[in-house]
């Protein structure tokens, strides 16, 4: 196809001719422009906002209450028929509430803890058992001529 050349035209006109279709282009960049801009700082905005009102998740826990403790001295030893030796701490059961109890000999260097089948002690098996509201301590020397190896025992109560 010949193209017809017009004379009034200059070139530099002719090159904007070509670049119709750049205004076209540009028209249209410049109103989709105007159309995302706002859609694109909503979406920033939000995920700002959301960002902001975000706490980092954290595993909190309640506070930990107290475990009640009891400190007790163990002086009144009876020796039962068996020969075992006893004590009964009356009515300390009902010192505070509980599902289990850990129960411990303190001394001067350490402390032992009483599990529920007993622990060896001085030459001896000492155990304890919750009757009611009643602790009973109980020892029970190896010894076949038993004696009672001490006096009296510092004992440590803790509530679970």
């Given amino acids: 196809m010949a193209r017809i050349y017009d004379s009034s035209r200059s070139p530099e006109s002719e090159i904007r001719g070509t670049s119709t279709a750049q205004d076209f282009l540009t028209k249209k960049s410049i109103a ?9 700082g909503a979406f920033l905005m939000g995920l700002v906002l959301i960002s902001c009102s975000k706490t980092s998740p954290t595993m909190q826990q309640p506070p930990a209450s107290p475990k009640p403790v009891l400190g007790l001295i163990a002086s009144d030893w009876k020796q039962n028929a068996d020969g075992h030796y ?33 622990i060896v002690y001085m030459n001896g098996r000492i155990s ?29 109560i803790i509530f679970q």
């Fill in 32 to 40: 989709m422009k105007q159309r995302i801009f706002p859609i694109l």
């Fill in 86 to 118: 006893v004590n009964t701490f009356t009515n300390v059961l009902a010192y505070a509430p509980y599902t289990s109890l850990d129960v411990y000999i303190t001394d001067v260097d350490n402390s032992h803890q009483i599990s529920q089948g007993g």
């Fill in 128 to 156: 304890f058992e919750a009757v009611g509201t009643n602790l009973v301590l109980e020892y029970e020397s190896f010894d076949p001529s038993p004696s009672l190896p001490f006096s009296q025992l510092s004992i440590q």
